[in-house]
């Protein structure tokens, strides 16, 4: 079974501003409560797996832990060099020694988590170019950034999706479901 | 008034696979006669403008001209060379001698093309960056090239824009339409 890549992104394709800044996102008032079909997502996921980048970006966001961390399911965070996990993490938080994405899927397999919500850009390029991505759940922010991390990266032959489902959120983001067709 | 952008991307934001080819256009089928509201759109553009490279492009469709020929209004070809119009597109094809976005977007509204529809990957991008577009009409087709021309380039700065519609067409495309927040 496939992995899934649910993140939003840039009318350009960016996940970060120029300075890894995720500021633009709020540039969309998002009504308080309102998880934008968020929860049913992660109840269909095994487990997270990201890069130390993009974790660290979720400490650096000062979030009230564990009260606010937002994820239900066990995250991996893939990472040559130690990772500190806070106690409030405790059992939440899991280092992954770095290998590439076939050996990271495999190894997380064998724990029971068939089904990988893959994040942060590095990650999510390296599980796309082994093939292993079979949803993408892609929001587009109604902005240009004109610079920034890209979600995208080189892959050697191109990969054929279907359109699952598109919907409008907040009347101004594009949430579409691929899925990959084999 | 501002111009509009009327293009197809790959999720990836390519415009072009990495020959320049758009044969993975043709990767969803499009039943004969539905022009996906292309019709409706071109009506409310006074001029279309494109580059020499998109001009050449058509071209080598090797349409039955003029009866193929897709554009009922006045095409410019902006271009530092000369450029051949054939017979059976005198009156349609225009050269226009290369200049800034905003010199062309003067020069044209002299003629009475106040909205311009803009074509092409580079005149797309200068106008985009000379803050010349209000409009964008994005279609994605669903698949990842992994490589190509990309539609979008570095901006100064971020630009904002609205959903005014976004819409599933047959059953694979998502089609979207945002105007500029200024």
Chains 1, 2 share one sequence.
Do not use: C
Not at 102 to 127: C, K, M, N, P, W
């Amino acid at each position: 079974m496939g992995h899934v890549v649910y993140i939003a992104t840039s009318l350009d394709g960016y996940i970060a501003d120029r300075d890894g800044g995720l500021d633009w996102l709020h540039s969309v008032p998002n009504p308080e409560g309102d998880d934008l079909g968020f929860a049913e997502f992660i109840a269909g996921v095994d487990a997270l797996v990201m890069g130390r980048n993009t974790y660290q970006t979720l400490l650096d966001f000062d979030l009230e832990l564990p009260a606010q961390w937002p994820y239900p399911k066990p995250v991996y965070v893939v990472s040559r060099q130690p990772v500190t996990v806070p106690a409030a993490l405790e059992g939440k938080v899991f280092a992954l020694a770095a290998d590439d994405p076939r050996g990271l899927s495999d190894r997380l397999a064998e724990l029971g988590h068939q089904r990988l919500y893959v994040d942060g850009g590095r990650t999510i390029q390296g599980f796309l170019a082994a093939e292993l991505i079979d949803e993408l759940i892609l929001t587009q922010i109604p902005i240009l950034l004109g610079g920034g991390v890209p979600l995208f990266g080189a892959l050697a032959e191109p990969q054929a999706f279907e359109l699952v489902h598109s919907e409008v959120l907040l009347g101004a983001l594009v949430k579409s479901h691929y899925r990959r067709r084999r």
